[in-house]
Nanobody, 127 residues
Framework: QVQLVESGGGLVQAGGSLRLSCAASGRTFSRYTMGWFRQAPGKEREFVAGIGSSGVVTKYADSVKGRFTISRDNAKNTVYLQMNSLKPEDTAVYYC????????????????????WGQGTQVTVSS
């Protein structure tokens, strides 16, 4: 059974930083693209960042480009999201996700490409 567990969320002031982690278990982590999504109250879930299985190829939403960095440590079965220069509009529940099979990073922006989701971690940015 694939499990994804996010951690690292919290309350931070605008301009601050947080690092989210997502620990995966249940299969060979290093074979799969991973994604981060977020959902704010009253809004649809939106793509934040994706990373290929080797960690070389990444993709970002325009809204976070230059501020957020996705990375992974395949030895630790963990994917990270470093968030800098946080803004109040970044406030949301952040989810990591993993597909059922091979997924090109270029297609990692689509939520329906993913079969497995974590429970989410709350990020709140105060102004």
């Amino acid at each position: 059974q694939v499990q994804l567990v996010e951690s690292g969320g919290g309350l931070v002031q605008a301009g601050g930083s947080l690092r989210l982690s997502c620990a995966a278990s249940g299969r060979t982590f290093s074979r799969y693209t991973m994604g981060w999504f977020r959902q704010a109250p009253g809004k649809e879930r939106e793509f934040v960042a994706g990373i290929g299985s080797s960690g070389v190829v990444t993709k970002y939403a325009d809204s976070v480009k230059g501020r957020f960095t996705i990375s992974r440590d395949n030895a630790k079965n963990t994917v990270y999201l470093q968030m800098n220069s946080l803004k109040p509009e970044d406030t949301a529940v952040y989810y990591c996700a993993s597909p059922n099979g091979p997924l090109a990073v270029a297609r990692s922006t689509y939520a329906n490409s993913y079969a497995y989701w974590g429970q989410g971690t709350q990020v709140t940015v105060s102004s």
